[in-house]
């Protein structure tokens, strides 16, 4: 007689191979390990991480896929170096998703989403001034993957995913132009005050704010 329960179970579908070499690739890219340009090398790859190079090349075509890592032909993969235009093109798409999830919050209410995105707000505040801006920066993005995880769209949090991988790049590639961290702090504190308040129009003036500021800041680069 089988144990009560046993029938509502079903197989647990392990994780390839790829999957996790993918992984640890992804962390590597967006840390800034394998830097803007560098070459991913099969064999290398393969042998580095103790596995054959079929799984490590679908770990590279599914990177390809993300946008981390872009095949050239006749050259070989290579992670991608992002240029003014490709962080326009990032953040016009975080606009389109940001805008949607801070509407669908606002409506909402949703007080553990709030208290969430104020608790990061906060951890941002007591790491500013510390001169680590890498810290401030990654409570910056927790904050705005709160954001949009907080729309409880699981198709909005999985395109969002993507493009914060790429921000981190741009992050990783700008950080001497990433803005001053009170100021940041600030931006952030008041798009929670605006989360909370009656004024949507605000709301997403603010977002729209925000995210064209980060634009400013992150293609100086380019004009200096």
Do not use: W
């Amino acid at each position: 007689m089988s144990q009560p329960g046993l029938e509502e179970l079903t197989p647990v579908n392990p994780r390839t191979t790829s999957e996790i070499i993918a992984d640890r690739l992804r962390g590597q890219i967006v840390s800034g390990a394998f830097a803007p340009g560098s070459r991913m090398i099969e064999p290398q790859l393969a042998t580095r991480l103790g596995v054959s190079r079929g799984p490590v090349r679908e770990a590279l075509q599914r990177l390809v896929q993300e946008g981390l890592l872009t095949n050239i032909p006749n050259r070989g993969v290579f992670v991608v170096e992002l240029d003014a235009a490709d962080i326009r093109d990032i953040y016009t798409a975080r606009r389109a998703i940001e805008r949607e999830a801070a509407t669908q919050l606002h409506r909402s209410k949703s007080q553990a989403h709030l208290d969430r995105l104020a608790a990061v707000v906060d951890e941002m505040r007591s790491l500013a001034g510390q001169g680590d801006s890498r810290l401030v920066a990654e409570q910056d993005l927790a904050f705005h993957s709160a954001l949009v995880d907080a729309a409880e769209s699981p198709r909005l949090s999985r395109m969002f995913t993507t493009l914060l991988a790429e921000t981190r790049i741009c992050l990783g590639s700008l950080m001497d132009f990433y803005p001053e961290q009170d100021l940041l702090v600030a931006e952030h504190q008041q798009l929670v005050v605006l989360l909370q308040g009656e004024d949507e129009q605000a709301l997403l003036d603010a977002v729209n704010a925000h995210l064209d500021s980060a634009v400013r800041d992150l293609t100086r680069a380019d004009e200096n």
